[in-house]
T-cell receptor, first 111, second 117 residues
Framework: KQEVTQIPAALSVPEGENLVLNCSFTDSAIYNLQWFRQDPGKGLTSLLLIQSSQREQTSGRLNASLDKSSGRSTLYIAASQPGDSATYLCAVNADFNKFYFGSGTKLNVKP | GAGVSQSPSNKVTEKGKDVELRCDPISGHTALYWYRQSLGQGLEFLIYFQGNSAPDKSGLPSDRFSAERTGGSVSTLTIQRTQQEDSAVYLC???????????????FGPGTRLTVL
């Protein structure tokens, strides 16, 4: 069974810092990897989707990379802002319709 | 366009009662998923619908849980004889399917918070 791990579990940084969130998975046979953010009491908002054939995706201040062979993905957030404070989840699409989620990294960006 | 919607947003019920949770996926999306998120836990897959194919029910935790999707659109998750351990946030997601570049990208609704007293 696919296992997805996110490190760190929590992170607190001052505004303006660049930061990296990590996601690792145990089985490299994946269809895609998706990064989400979840605000308290809300659903998940899709940030970036990386298909298995891709190495990275960018959206604004966010950049996600994928290294299937090593079972790793990173989410890079540039010039962090207080509005970036949320829990960030990664999900791996391993079987055709099965998505395996990490437990998330809770990010706090201090003004 | 409109995103995934879920209703009700909050549901408080008494142990032993039945509840129905509703999900309206994004128009045109062929795939629909139900997940459960318990306090401090990750997302737990419950059930998957794809078009007119038989659903994948492998994640349903017991036979008290069932779901249907009518007309390939709206879905209802039913929990019979609710137990306190059923308390959680129930999330629905849909994906475009078909030949779109993002055919397997998941879009989530806001969730239904279920509390069983």
């Amino acid at each position: 069974k696919q296992e997805v791990t996110q490190i760190p579990a929590a992170l607190s940084v001052p505004e303006g810092e660049n930061l990296v969130l990590n996601c690792s998975f145990t089985d490299s046979a994946i269809y895609n990897l998706q990064w989400f953010r979840q605000d308290p009491g809300k659903g998940l908002t899709s940030l970036l989707l990386i298909q298995s054939s891709q190495r990275e995706q960018t959206s604004g201040r966010l950049n996600a990379s994928l290294d299937k062979s090593s079972g790793r993905s990173t989410l890079y957030i540039a010039a962090s802002q207080p509005g970036d404070s949320a829990t960030y989840l990664c999900a791996v699409n391993a079987d055709f319709n099965k998505f395996y989620f990490g437990s998330g990294t809770k990010l706090n960006v201090k003004p | 366009g409109a995103g995934v919607s879920q209703s009700p947003s909050n549901k408080v019920t008494e142990k032993g009662k039945d509840v129905e949770l509703r999900c309206d996926p994004i128009s045109g999306h062929t795939a629909l998923y139900w997940y459960r998120q318990s306090l401090g836990q990750g997302l737990e897959f419950l059930i998957y619908f794809q078009g007119n194919s038989a659903p994948d029910k492998s994640g349903l935790p017991s036979d008290r849980f069932s779901a249907e999707r009518t007309g390939g659109s709206v879905s209802t998750l039913t929990i019979q004889r609710t137990q306190q351990e059923d308390s959680a946030v129930y999330l629905c997601a849909s994906s475009p399917g078909g030949r779109a570049d993002n055919y397997n990208e998941q879009f989530f609704g806001p969730g239904t918070r279920l509390t069983v007293l």
